[in-house]
């Protein structure tokens, strides 16, 4: 598939992911006697990746996430080459998502920015006033499982057609962990799109939800390739002789 295509299905689908997932968040998170609570987002998020990796994950690998797309080089399944254009694909989609959630979030009188507009952040900005160590552990710790996931259910041994519910289920997991602590990103594109519209602090402590989730991906990488690694012929006839 040409790197046009694959970039053109990221931005889709990276777009579906944050307005799918941060609009629960602005829109029906917290709406009068009906919202769905941390529970809803979460679940939302989740249902953005299950539904997106059916879609286009024919087409792109479904990577919605420059960390994901960082982890997968690490673990020698995706193109260093290639990197530049999903992450560009990703925060462009992130930002149209973002963009689009304002126009219909500020429709509605009342509305401010001030609420943080589902971005991610540590210390005071953080859900539950979680110190910026708290947070930064939070996010690595997270974006390796997530990874782990991700690597193990798109593995050619484990079975196949399952891959998007574990990742989708994974991802709600995720965010059932982590909101409270930093309002979950695991993605920096997903932190990047909203955070420039907020501006100030969000786009200040915009660097720990880029950081955090690439070194957690980029270990993921590493440790499921030395984890999962096929034993070569002589281990393997050794293995037998035992």
């Not at 939302?44 to 994901?68: D, E, K, Q, R, W």
Request: proline fraction near 5%.
């Amino acid at each position: 598939m040409p790197l046009s295509k694959r970039a053109i299905a990221e931005f889709i689908g990276t777009f579906w992911l944050v307005f799918g997932g941060c609009g629960s968040a602005v829109l029906a998170a917290a709406f009068p006697g009906l919202g769905i609570g941390f529970l809803g987002v979460a679940f939302a998020f989740g249902l953005t990746v299950l539904t997106m990796a059916y879609a286009i994950g024919h087409i792109s690998g479904c990577h919605l996430n420059p960390a994901v797309s960082v982890g997968l080089m690490v673990g020698k399944r995706f193109p260093a080459a290639d990197l530049w254009a999903y992450v560009v694909a990703q925060v462009a989609g992130a930002i149209a998502a973002a963009g689009v959630l304002y126009v219909i979030a500020s429709g509605k009188a009342g509305f401010d920015l001030a609420g943080g507009f589902a971005s991610n952040g540590y210390a005071e900005h953080s859900p539950g006033g979680y110190s910026l160590l708290a947070c930064l552990v939070t996010e690595v710790v997270l974006t390796f499982m997530f990874l782990m996931i991700i690597l193990g259910a798109t593995d050619r041994r484990a079975p196949q057609g399952f891959a998007p519910i574990a990742i989708g289920l994974g991802l709600t997991l995720c965010h059932l962990i982590g909101i409270p602590v930093t309002n979950l990103s695991v993605n920096p594109a997903r932190s990047t799109g909203p955070a420039l519209f907020v501006g100030g602090w969000a786009v200040q402590q915009l660097w720990l939800f880029w950081l955090a989730p690439i070194v957690g991906a980029a270990i993921a990488g590493m440790v499921y390739s030395a984890v999962a690694a096929e034993p070569q012929p002589e281990q393997r006839a050794a293995a037998a002789a035992r």
